[in-house]
């Protein structure tokens, strides 16, 4: 099975009757779609929400499209868990994942920032068109801590490295949270 599938966003590890026999993780593909389907049911409970979106979008989209894409977007939220620098921080976590890679130490990370810059990087060396117009949306997004990141982001060698160590992982979620949400996310700014 691809380790994109085997990724994890949630474990058991803090909870306090934690046990290596019992550990248990959440997939992050399955965290995403989670994130999704509440935004999905939020929009659709509160349609003032979408409306209130709409307002601030640059009316380039339908309200139907507008919601899947943001649904998407809720869903890029924790996209920094892909990260190998996150994935490394639950030892049974990285073993599930990478069970022939050896677990490099931690170190500190903030997947929000981490996940913008990977969608920043991937805007420019996988040509993922829809990113760039965005970054501004994407930015609130991976924001979700509390925390708000400068989107004029230094392209380092080491953020390149880990994106091209991601990619595939990267791409196979992204085409994942397209087929499931029946979203194409457009090319042009969405925000006003």
Not at 91 to 99: D, T, V
């Amino acid at each position: 099975m691809d380790s994109t599938f085997r990724l994890w966003a949630k474990t058991n590890e803090l909870q306090f009757d934690y046990s290596a026999e019992n550990w248990d993780y959440h997939p992050l593909v399955c965290h995403l779609l989670d994130v999704a389907c509440v935004a999905k049911l939020y929009l659709e409970q509160c349609p003032f929400l979408l409306d209130k979106f709409y307002d601030l979008s640059t009316k380039h989209i339908e309200k139907g499209e507008l919601s899947r894409v943001i649904q998407c977007v809720a869903a890029l939220h924790d996209i920094g868990k892909i990260s190998w620098n996150f994935q490394r921080k639950s030892e049974k976590g990285w073993q599930s994942a990478f069970p022939d890679k050896s677990r490099p130490a931690n170190t500190p990370y903030d997947h929000g920032e981490g996940g913008l810059f990977l969608l920043d990087v991937a805007g420019v060396k996988s040509n993922i068109e829809w990113i760039a117009p965005n970054i501004q949306l994407l930015a609130a997004s991976c924001s979700h801590h509390g925390v708000r990141y400068n989107t004029q982001i230094a392209h380092s060698k080491s953020l390149v490295r880990e994106y091209l160590r991601v990619k595939s992982s990267f791409e196979t979620l992204l085409d994942c949270l397209e087929a499931v949400l029946q979203v194409k996310i457009p090319g042009q700014q969405i925000g006003g």
